[in-house]
């Protein structure tokens, strides 16, 4: 996200990019927090950029599109736009629904991380992925994905063709189910699931600072 952040920020905006609990430390982190606690943080930062912008707009990758759904839900009227790049909203796997007792049993899983097409790029996520963790990003999938007919405010969704962790499954959802009239997906072409660390980065980037300044307040 920082890079993202970053030319944002060189553009003139004001930028925060808080760090989720459970997240950038390790793993083991990831098995002790409860999923009301993304929102929150979320939420938080939201309060802090009110307090200096006329205009707030939430971005999310991935579980963070999640989360920048659900906040664009619960505080809709307070928000200008939502930006989201290949974000989750349900994990379609049968196996998930037995996470409830598999997170007894195994504490970790093998990470699926740095899914890029860039060469010599990675993202700096975890090398496991935590069960205790998944259990409560399923929990928070099925309540966000009930809120998304709240979402009303416009909203912006890059969607990579080729993504090896999401199924599109999951952006057809969020454009269906989202309750916005103003709504437009941008398809990339040339990159996995990280796409804003991948080719298509400019593409996002530009594409959001547009999406921006249409929608900007004053």
């Not at 996200?1 to 925060?16: C, D, I, Q, S």
């Not at 982190?29 to 205009?55: F, G, I, M, T």
């Amino acid at each position: 996200m920082r890079p993202w952040a970053h030319y944002l920020n060189e553009k003139g905006f004001t930028v925060r990019v808080p760090l989720i609990p459970g997240h950038g430390t390790k793993w083991q982190d990831l098995n002790k927090v409860k999923w009301q606690q993304w929102p929150e943080k979320a939420a938080n930062e939201l309060a802090l950029l009110e307090r200096e912008c006329e205009s707030v707009f939430v971005f999310g990758l991935s579980m963070g599109g999640a989360n920048t759904l659900h906040v664009g839900a619960k505080f809709n009227s307070r928000v200008s736009g939502l930006v989201l790049v290949n974000p989750m909203i349900h994990i379609p796997d049968f196996a998930i629904n037995f996470v409830g007792i598999i997170k007894h049993l195994v504490a970790k899983r093998p990470s699926v991380g740095d899914d890029i097409k860039k060469p010599g790029v990675t993202e700096w996520g975890y090398d496991a992925l935590p069960t205790k963790g998944v259990a409560q990003l399923h929990k928070f999938l099925k309540i966000t994905r009930k809120l998304l007919p709240q979402i009303t405010v416009p909203t912006l969704l890059f969607h990579s063709i080729d993504d090896h962790i999401l199924n599109e499954s999951n952006s057809n959802i969020v454009m269906n189910e989202i309750g916005s009239s103003d709504k437009t997906r941008i398809e990339l072409a040339n990159s996995y699931h990280v796409a804003t660390l991948d080719f298509d980065a400019e593409t996002i980037f530009a594409n959001s600072v547009a999406f921006i300044e249409r929608n900007i307040k004053g």
